[in-house]
C-alpha cells in the first residue's frame, strides 16, 4: 500500500497498482482534495497519481501508463486506461458525439444536449469503480486485472450501437421499415427484435479489427485475448439470468456477478443506469433522489441460488426503490412527455419516408438506413446529423422527409387532444388495435356540439405510452438480493414487513393518448377550424374517458 499526501486533509491511499482503479481514484482525488486541485491545478492532481499508481505521461511512448483525463460534470476528474483511450480515439466511438442521449427529449427540454459519448465514459467510470469496490472487499473473488480491464471496456462499448437520436431508432424506425417491407412484400433481412447491443457487438468487433490493423499485438500488450474480448461482447449484451446452465464463454460461471455490471438481466440494477439517471437529471432539471456513490460501498457479492450475484446491504432498500422510481419518473416526466413522443414519431416516420430499402428499386437519391445496420462500415455514418443532411437535401423523392423535419423546426406539431390511464381490465397484448377501433367507432358516433365542424378519425390518431419501474408489472424489489450486517456473506429477497409500507402496489401503467394532426399550410380560417376541431375533439375525448378509462387529463 502507497500513501499519498499533498495539500489536502489526510492520506489518499491507493491499492496495489496491478488492479488499481485510475478514473476511481482520479475522481475521488479530485472530489476529496477540490479545493486543491482549485489552487494547485491539474498538474498538481497528476503529480497525485503518479505517487500513487507509477509514472504518468501524456502522449510519449516511452511510458509505460498514459492516461487522458476527462473533466465530467457528474463524476468530477476521471482518467481512462491506455486501452480504452485508444478505443475512444476512433471514429466509430467519436461517432458518439453526433448521437443525442435522449433524441427528441432535447427539442422539448433545452438543457438535455448531451450525448452518447459522455454517457459512455461516465458508464466506464462506474464499471471501474464498481469492481474495484468488489475486489477491495472481498479479495476471495479473485478478480484479475484482465476482468477489471474487460469491465471497463465493455461500460465504454455498450452504446455503440444507437442509431440516429437514440432509443428512435431501434424503438421505432426499424419496427416500422419491418411493417412497411411487410406491407409492400419485400424481402425482409431485419433481425426479429433487433436492438441496438447487437449493434454495440459488430460495432465494438469493427473498433478491434482497426486497432489490430495499427498494431497486431495491442490486445496482448495489455494482457488480453480473443477470450476477453467475447467476454466483453457477452457483457454488452447481459447475461439472462433464467438460463440453468451457465452457456458462456468469457468467464466461468464463478465469475458470473461481473455479467452484472454493464447490463444487469436479473435486475436491472447497473452502471449503465447509475449514470444515466445522474446525467439525465442533471441535464434535464429534474431532482435525482437516488443515491449510486451510497449503494456503491454497500455492494458485495454473494451466492444466492447455486450463482454468485451483486447484492447490497439490507438497510439500503429504500435507496434501491427510489432508482426503480427514478426510472419511472423520468420516463413520465421526459422521454414519455407528450411533445417528445410525438416528436420523435414525426422523426422515425421521416426516416421511414427517407429509407431507399422500402422501395423495389432503391432509388439512389434516397438513403441507406434499415440497410445499414448490415455493416459496422454503413452504420458509421447513421448519427443526428441525418437530420440536417435530409432538411439541406433537394432530392425529389426526400421531400415527405423534408415536409415533416421543416413541421418539426417550426413547431408545427400535432395538437395534443388527451390522455386517459387504463385499467386493468382494459390492458391487452392487443391493446394498440383495440383502442384504435374502439376510438374510431367513439369519432364516428360523436355528435358535435358546433354543427361546422366533422371529425374524422384519420386526423386523430391514437398512441399507447407504458410507463413501469423497470420490470413491467413485477415489483423490481423482489428481484434485488440483500444481505445483513450479522451475515453478510448470506442473501435473500426482502421481506414485506422490511419495507416502506407507502410503496405503491402497482408498479406499472398504460396511458392512451390521442393527438389532431395538422393540416398544411394554413389561412387564418383553417386555424380557426382547427381549432374549433380540437376543442370538439377534446369533448368527444372525454366522453370516451368516461365511457371506458379514468381520465386523468
Same mark, same amino acid.
Given at each position: ?12 491511499? *491507493? ?14 482525488? $479530485? ?34 501508463? *498514459? ?14 486506461? =491506455? ?7 476512433t ?28 454517457? *459512455? ?15 477491495d472487499n ?25 442509431? =440516429? ?20 412484400? %419485400? ?22 479489427? $482497426? ?13 488480453? !485475448?480473443?477470450? !476477453? ?12 439470468? $433464467? ?34 439517471f445522474?446525467? !439525465? ?27 454468485n ?28 412527455h407528450k ?18 430499402? %422500402? ?7 434516397? %438513403? ?22 435530409i ?9 415527405? *422527409? ?42 364516428q358516433?360523436?355528435? =358535435? ?11 386523430? =390518431? ?33 421481506? !414485506?414487513?422490511?419495507?416502506s ?7 406499472? @401503467? ?25 376543442e @370538439? ?16 387529463v
Amino acid at each position: 500500500m502507497s500513501k499519498v499526501k499533498g495539500a489536502c486533509h489526510g492520506p489518499l491511499v *491507493s491499492s496495489t497498482p496491478a488492479l488499481h482503479s485510475l478514473p476511481c481514484y482520479c475522481a475521488y482525488a $479530485s472530489r476529496r482534495c477540490h479545493s486543491s486541485v482549485e489552487k494547485f491545478g491539474l498538474k498538481w492532481l497528476l503529480e497525485q497519481i503518479k505517487q500513487a499508481v507509477g509514472p504518468v505521461h501524456f502522449g510519449g511512448k516511452k511510458s509505460h501508463l *498514459s492516461v487522458q483525463i476527462f473533466n465530467d460534470p457528474i463524476h468530477g476528474h476521471i482518467a481512462l486506461h =491506455p486501452l480504452l483511450v485508444k478505443i475512444t480515439d476512433t471514429p466509430q466511438f467519436q461517432r458518439l458525439r453526433h448521437i443525442k442521449q435522449l433524441g427528441g427529449t432535447y427539442l422539448v427540454y433545452p438543457g438535455a444536449s448531451h450525448n452518447r459519448f459522455e454517457h *459512455s465514459l461516465g458508464v466506464a467510470y462506474l464499471a471501474g469503480c464498481l469492481v474495484k469496490i468488489l475486489h477491495d472487499n472481498q479479495p476471495e473473488l479473485k478478480i484479475t486485472k484482465q476482468d477489471f480491464l474487460c469491465v471497463q471496456i465493455a461500460g465504454l462499448c455498450h452504446d455503440l450501437g444507437h442509431g =440516429p437520436f437514440s432509443h428512435v431508432f431501434d424503438g421505432l424506425v426499424i419496427p416500422k421499415a419491418k411493417t412497411m417491407k411487410k406491407i409492400r412484400g %419485400l424481402y425482409d433481412d431485419i433481425p426479429e427484435k433487433w436492438k441496438h447491443e447487437q449493434m454495440s457487438v459488430l460495432m465494438f468487433d469493427d473498433i478491434v479489427k $482497426s486497432l489490430k490493423t495499427e498494431n497486431e499485438n495491442v490486445l496482448k500488450e495489455h494482457g488480453l !485475448d480473443e477470450k !476477453d474480448v467475447k467476454f466483453i461482447e457477452e457483457l454488452i449484451e447481459g447475461a439472462k439470468d $433464467s438460463v440453468a446452465e451457465w452457456t458462456y464463454e468469457g468467464r466461468a460461471e464463478d465469475k458470473s456477478f461481473l455479467y452484472e455490471i454493464v447490463a444487469n438481466k436479473q435486475n436491472g440494477i447497473d452502471v449503465d443506469k447509475w449514470d444515466y439517471f445522474a446525467r !439525465d437529471c442533471h441535464h434535464l432539471g429534474i431532482r435525482n433522489s437516488f443515491d449510486h456513490q451510497r449503494l456503491l460501498k454497500f455492494a458485495r457479492v454473494c451466492e444466492v441460488n447455486g450463482r454468485n450475484h451483486i447484492c447490497f446491504r439490507d438497510k439500503e432498500a429504500d435507496n434501491v426503490y427510489d432508482m426503480f422510481r427514478t426510472r419511472y419518473t423520468l420516463h413520465r416526466q421526459a422521454y414519455q412527455h407528450k411533445i417528445c413522443n410525438i416528436i420523435e414519431e414525426m422523426f422515425a416516420e421521416a426516416l421511414v419516408l427517407a429509407d431507399r430499402d %422500402l422501395h423495389e428499386e432503391k432509388p439512389e437519391d434516397m %438513403l441507406k438506413i434499415s440497410e445499414a445496420i448490415k455493416t459496422a462500415e454503413e452504420y458509421s455514418k447513421l448519427t443526428d446529423e441525418i437530420f440536417e443532411q435530409i432538411s439541406s437535401s433537394t432530392a425529389t423523392n426526400l421531400q415527405e *422527409s423534408r415536409n415533416i423535419l421543416n413541421k418539426i423546426v417550426r413547431r408545427q406539431l400535432p395538437k395534443f387532444v388527451g390522455e386517459a390511464r387504463l385499467t386493468e381490465k382494459n390492458m391487452s397484448k392487443k391493446i394498440q388495435e383495440i383502442l384504435m377501433k374502439s376510438w374510431k367507432a367513439a369519432v364516428q358516433k360523436y355528435k =358535435p356540439t358546433d354543427p361546422t365542424v366533422s371529425l374524422n378519425a384519420e386526423e386523430l =390518431p391514437v398512441y399507447v405510452v407504458d410507463l413501469d419501474h423497470g420490470m413491467k408489472d413485477k415489483n423490481p424489489i423482489e428481484s434485488v438480493y440483500f444481505y445483513s450486517k450479522r451475515n453478510p456473506n448470506q442473501a435473500s429477497t426482502i421481506k !414485506d414487513y422490511q419495507l416502506s409500507s407507502f410503496l405503491p402496489k402497482k408498479f406499472n @401503467e398504460e396511458l392512451v393518448r390521442v393527438y389532431y394532426r395538422r393540416t398544411d399550410d394554413q389561412t387564418v380560417e383553417d386555424k380557426m377550424e382547427e381549432k374549433k376541431k380540437v376543442e @370538439e375533439a377534446e369533448k368527444c375525448f372525454k366522453k370516451w374517458c368516461k365511457d371506458n378509462f379514468e381520465p386523468c387529463v
